[in-house]
């Protein structure tokens, strides 16, 4: 009879899952792989299932429909500032993605437990930017650590990291490849990394400053940057188009007001672009070169100076909304730029607000002392 090695016995009991090679490899060029995905951090708790009340909406024509009043009052959990805030995608909608001052990032499932569901403490520091990748599962943030997460949503395990030289301030996935991000620094550093390889390809260099905001145009092949770079009569740098690919700096003469813009926002059928600007309005851009400023159209009457205030633009183009340093909600019809609704929201500054992705009425906005708020 065959002895049994004692040696290995109970080794192998449990079994382990598979961690693909790319993540096994620890590389010096600043991506490190860490632990794979385990078992969930709640059993038994699964976050990615079909909500019903949102099935029969996905892939129909989304109108949008301005929200009355709150859902069920604010979700409470986060102790600062929330610094970023995010509807997953379609399918998955039901999931709301924030990031805070309080080092943490939260997942809210805001129809059928209406509570947080997931709480990731994978940063050191504060998180500036939390964002959804394209598949809905997993989740990027970046923060005053100097390093871009890589999370397991469902598993709460963090199973890569991006570091880079200075504090991570925004991100944003590319549309035309699931794989690739742009991450924003406050040193006047854009990169773009490729998760697969965990590698830099692209850094977009320059004398910008502080990176404010990203936004890649849609079906487009460039990315739009804000600064906090301003010189001393002009806006000069403080709005940038690079190209993905090459690099290259297309334009940094639009914007020439010497304010600087937190939030960017395209529309929806890529004709134009609106930033917001600390002169208390958001200002209307072409995508198209030179990416004139539209002299007649600006949203006006919220207050935005003084705090990084977000802006967001309904999936159907037709209303523009945007938060404000004095706790209010600011709905505007976006072809006319007036002003048809203002919901007094918080004690404090209104600091970001997203559309819902499938449900018109319905948008989330969070405030500077850390509460979030469903609207519908």
Known sequence: ???????????????????????RQQRSNGSKPLNSPGLPSEPGSK???LNPSLVCHIGGKVTCKLPRQQNRGDYHGHQKAVTSI????????????????????????CF??????????????????????????????????????????QYN?????????????????????SQLFLAGTDD?????????IGEIIHRYKGNFGQILALEILPGREEFLASCDFVCRNSGDRNIMVFDLRSTALLSNQIYHEKYTCPSLRGHPDGSVFVAQSNANYAAMFST???????KFKRFEGHQVEGYQIGCDISPDGSVFASGSSDGKLFLYNFTSTELIKTIDAYDSAC?????????GNMLASCSWDGKVTIWR
């Not at 504060?126 to 871009?148: P, R």
């Not at 006047?188 to 697969?196: L, P, T």
Request: with cysteine; glycine share 4%; charged share 25%.
């Open 188 to 196: 006047s550093g854009i990169y773009c990394w490729d998760m697969r």
């Open 1 to 23: 009879m065959k002895r049994q090695d004692t040696s290995t016995q109970g080794k192998n009991d449990e079994l382990q899952p598979y961690i693909p090679k790319r993540k």
């Open 47 to 49: 976050i990615f299932t």
């Open 157 to 177: 395990r963090t199973y890569q990291e991006f570091e880079l030289p200075s504090f991570v301030t925004c991100l944003k996935m590319c549309p035309s490849d």
């Open 351 to 359: 600091s970001n607000i997203q559309f819902h992705p499938v449900l």
């Open 86 to 109: 995010e509807w997953n995608v379609p399918h998955y909608s039901h999931l709301l993605l924030t990031s805070s001052l309080d080092k943490e990032v939260k997942i809210w499932d």
């Open 112 to 153: 059928t437990k209406k509570q947080c569901v997931r709480t990731l403490n994978c940063h050191q520091a504060s998180v500036k930017s939390a964002i959804w990748t394209e598949d809905g599962q997993n989740i990027l943030s970046g923060g005053f650590d100097k390093l871009v997460k890589l999370t397991d949503a």
């Open 288 to 294: 198209k070169p030179p990416f004139r400023l539209n």
